[in-house]
C-alpha cells in the first residue's frame, strides 16, 4: 500500500496537469470548488505540514543559523524582484503580473523537501528553511505583495495578512502542537496527509483553470516562459550565491532548491481569496506549480545522478506534501 501511496504522490504534476487538462474541455468539473473551499483545503495541507514537525525541529535552526538566514533572505528578496522585473520585462497583463509577483513572495514549496531527498541535499536543512520562510511569510508576503504587486493594483495587506494567519500559522501550530502532546496520533493521522495534500492542490489547480479556461488557453505560452523563467533563476542564483559564501554542494544545492520552490497552492489562494476583481491573478500559480516541478526533477535526477549518496546527508526529515512516516521508508528502503 506505501508503495502505491508514494507512487500517487511522486506523480502529483501529472494529476495537476490532467486536472487543469479536464477543467478546460469541462469547467463543471472543478468550478464548484471555489471559495472557502480553497481555503480549507489549503489549511489541510498546512495542517499536515505542522504534524510532522518537532518542537526539536526548531532547536536545529541553532545549528546553522547562517544557512538558515541566507535562505530566508534570498527566498524574499531573489524570488520577488525576479517576478517583478520579468512581468515587467514581459509586459505581462496587470492581473497575470499580479500573480506572478503573488508567486514570487509566497515562501518555499511545500514539495522542496521531496526534490532535496532526491537531489542529495541537506533534507533537515530543506525542512527547516521551509518552516522558517512559512512562518515568515505572515509578515513578508503581505508587505511585499503591497509593495510590487500594488504597482498594478491596490493590494489590501492586511487581507493578506488574515488570509495567510487563517491558512499557514494556525494550521501549522495546530499540527505542532498536536505532534507535541500526541506524538503517536500524529503520526498515524500523517500518513493520510500525502494523499489528502495531492487531492487538495489538484483542485486547487483544476478550480483555477475552471474559472478562466479560455483566458488560460489564450496565455498559457507567455505563463509558461515567465514562470519558467521565474524558477530557474531561483534555482540559478539560490546555488550560485550559497557557493560564494563557501557553503558545501550539498547545502547549496538544498539552498537552490529551497529557493527555486514556491508555495503555488498558497499563492493561488491568496491571489482567489484577495484579488477576486482579478480572477486572472491565480492563474500563474498553476504555471508556477507544473514548471517548478520540472525544472526541479530535472535538477533532481542530475544531482543525484553526479554526486554519491553520503550518510551524513540522510537525516530525519518530515514533508508537507509527503509526511515524515513515507519518506522515512524511503530512507530505510535506500540503506
Given at each position: 500500500m506505501n508503495k502505491i501511496l508514494n507512487t500517487f504522490v511522486n506523480l502529483y504534476p501529472v494529476w495537476i496537469i490532467g486536472s487543469s487538462f479536464l477543467a478546460y474541455l469541462y469547467p463543471p468539473a472543478f468550478a464548484?470548488?471555489?471559495?472557502?473551499?480553497?481555503?480549507?483545503?489549503?489549511?489541510?495541507?498546512?495542517?499536515?505540514?505542522?504534524?510532522?514537525?518537532?518542537?526539536?525541529?526548531?532547536?536545529?535552526?541553532?545549528?546553522?543559523?547562517?544557512?538558515?538566514?541566507?535562505?530566508?533572505?534570498?527566498?524574499?528578496?531573489v524570488m520577488p524582484l525576479t517576478a517583478y522585473f520579468i512581468s515587467k520585462w514581459m509586459a505581462l497583463d496587470p492581473a497575470l503580473a499580479v500573480g506572478l509577483i503573488i508567486v514570487g513572495c509566497c515562501p518555499g514549496g511545500t514539495a522542496s523537501n521531496v526534490i532535496t531527498y532526491l537531489a542529495r541535499g541537506h533534507l533537515a536543512l530543506s525542512i527547516i528553511m521551509t518552516t522558517v520562510s512559512t512562518l515568515a511569510a505572515i509578515i513578508a508576503t503581505p508587505l511585499l505583495c503591497?509593495?510590487?504587486?500594488?504597482?498594478?493594483?491596490?493590494?489590501?495587506?492586511?487581507?493578506?495578512?488574515?488570509?495567510t494567519v487563517q491558512v499557514v500559522l494556525i494550521p501549522v501550530t495546530l499540527g505542532v502542537f498536536v505532534n507535541y502532546k500526541?506524538?503517536?496520533?500524529?503520526?498515524?493521522?500523517?500518513?493520510?496527509?500525502?494523499?489528502?495534500?495531492?487531492?487538495?492542490?489538484?483542485?486547487?489547480?483544476?478550480?483555477?483553470?475552471?474559472?478562466?479556461?479560455?483566458?488560460?488557453?489564450?496565455?498559457?505560452?507567455?505563463?509558461?516562459?515567465?514562470?519558467g523563467l521565474l524558477h530557474i533563476v531561483g534555482f540559478a542564483l539560490g546555488f550560485a550565491i550559497a557557493r560564494l559564501f563557501?557553503?558545501?554542494?550539498?547545502?547549496?544545492?538544498?539552498?537552490?532548491?529551497?529557493?527555486?520552490?514556491?508555495?503555488?497552492?498558497?499563492?493561488?489562494?491568496?491571489?482567489?481569496?484577495?484579488f477576486p476583481m482579478e480572477p486572472l491573478s491565480a492563474v500563474p500559480a498553476v504555471f508556477s506549480s507544473v514548471m517548478q516541478t520540472l525544472i526541479g526533477g530535472i535538477l533532481a535526477a542530475y544531482w543525484r545522478?553526479?554526486?554519491?549518496?553520503?550518510?551524513?546527508?540522510?537525516?530525519?526529515?518530515?514533508?508537507?506534501?509527503?509526511?515524515?512516516?513515507?519518506?522515512?521508508?524511503?530512507?530505510?528502503?535506500?540503506?
Open positions: 464548484w470548488f471555489s471559495g472557502n473551499l480553497m481555503v480549507w483545503a489549503l489549511a489541510l495541507v498546512m495542517l499536515g505540514m505542522g504534524l510532522t514537525l518537532r518542537v526539536a525541529d526548531f532547536k536545529e535552526i541553532a545549528k546553522m543559523p547562517g544557512a538558515v538566514l541566507l535562505g530566508a533572505a534570498l527566498q524574499y528578496t503591497q509593495a510590487l504587486a500594488g504597482q498594478y493594483v491596490p493590494v489590501d495587506a492586511w487581507g493578506l495578512f488574515v488570509t500526541f506524538p503517536n496520533v500524529a503520526a498515524k493521522v500523517s500518513l493520510a496527509g500525502p494523499v489528502i495534500s495531492v487531492w487538495a492542490i489538484v483542485f486547487i489547480a483544476g478550480s483555477i483553470v475552471a474559472q478562466s479556461a479560455s483566458t488560460v488557453a489564450e496565455n498559457a505560452l507567455q505563463l509558461f516562459i515567465a514562470a563557501r557553503y558545501d554542494y550539498a547545502i547549496s544545492r538544498t539552498v537552490s532548491i529551497e529557493i527555486g520552490m514556491q508555495n503555488g497552492g498558497l499563492a493561488a489562494v491568496l491571489a482567489k481569496r484577495n545522478w553526479k554526486t554519491a549518496p553520503r550518510p551524513d546527508q540522510i537525516q530525519r526529515t518530515g514533508i508537507a506534501d509527503a509526511p515524515s512516516p513515507i519518506i522515512n521508508q524511503k530512507i530505510e528502503n535506500e540503506n
